[in-house]
């Protein structure tokens, strides 16, 4: 006689799905968490972009018009 279950393969695939839906989880985490990097990034790049206008500005009206 033959030691076979026949759930067998259903727990086989329920672990498979699990394992995955636990992969995808850690994927979306890396994710947001790269997102959120970028998003820090960004602000800091237009601080400084907007204290180069700032810079920039100063040196224009500060500079003498020849005449």
Do not use: C, G, H
Request: charged share 40%; hydrophobic share 35%.
């Amino acid at each position: 006689m033959f030691n076979w279950r026949p759930v067998y393969d259903i727990e086989q695939e329920s672990e498979q799905l699990k394992i995955r839906s636990l992969e995808s989880e850690k994927r979306m985490l890396e994710s947001e968490k790269r997102t959120k990097l970028l998003e820090i990034e960004d602000k800091r790049l237009a601080e400084l972009e907007s204290r180069l206008d700032a810079l920039l500005l100063s040196a224009d009206s500060s500079s003498q018009t020849p005449f």
